[in-house]
């Protein structure tokens, strides 16, 4: 059994080296091309393309990073000379610089929704990674900075399935600022989607608890009994 778990490991290992390859010739393609067309009707989207294959590249190496840290962690156990490395964070930097410019010049990209959703997404997972006390002014700036191109991207695009998921995430964290009556407006946008939508429930759920936190208890316990 050790023989065969081995193998597998060494197979799963070979299979992400080539994945690793392959992105890594993918992202060198990528950035040559937007080189030599900045402004082709084609670029906005391998910006796009980009952008992902950076964020991928991120959430795999803070994988990694994090069974490191554990892997040393599980040492210092027995031998407290040992220093733990700081605590990986993740590093969405170059998708972050990439949407942001596909944002400011290519407003009318077919995707742009997408864009912004995305841009919001790594400013709010860089927000909640940060937990030491001293990092509080900086979490601040990053949820503040997630909130402004959310409501950016529910004010331009209120028709898109990414405006739901934006408004969603509004919503919470409104909630969470204790502003209930902000957060109301976001979790009901949600619900408005209809019951269709993945979110719905959700969303009812905490637009009920945001009627609930209210002093709006009738409305809330409504909502409740609609789950």
Not at 18 to 38: H, S, T, V
Not at 49 to 59: D, S
Not at 73 to 93: G, S
Not at 187 to 198: I, M, N, T
């Amino acid at each position: 059994i050790a023989e065969l778990t081995e193998g597998f490991d060494n197979r799963l290992l070979e299979l992400r080296d080539q994945q690793e390859q392959r992105r890594r010739l993918a992202i060198m393609r990528f950035e040559g091309f937007r080189r030599k067309y900045p402004s082709a009707d084609y670029t906005p989207h391998v910006m796009y393309r980009l952008a992902q294959l950076y964020f991928q590249q991120a959430e795999e190496r803070y994988i990694l990073d994090g069974a490191e840290y554990e892997r040393i962690e599980l040492l210092q156990a027995d031998d407290n000379t040992i220093e733990l490395p700081p605590f990986p964070q993740k590093d969405y930097a170059p998708s972050i610089a990439i949407y942001r410019e596909i944002v400011r010049d290519f407003p009318d990209y077919d995707f742009i929704e997408g864009a912004l959703y995305m841009l919001g997404f790594c400013y709010t997972e860089l927000a909640v990674g940060l937990s030491d006390p001293d990092d509080d002014a900086r979490q601040t700036e990053l949820f503040d900075q997630a909130t402004a191109v959310f409501r950016q991207l529910v004010d331009e695009h209120p028709d898109s399935r990414a405006a739901i998921e934006a408004n969603f995430r509004l919503g919470n964290r409104y909630f969470l600022l204790a502003d209930v009556e902000m957060a109301i407006e976001y979790f009901s946008r949600v619900v408005d989607a209809g019951p269709s939508d993945p979110q719905y429930d959700d969303g009812l759920y905490w637009l009920a608890w945001s009627h609930y936190r209210n002093n709006s208890r009738e409305q809330g316990l409504r909502y409740f009994a609609q789950l």
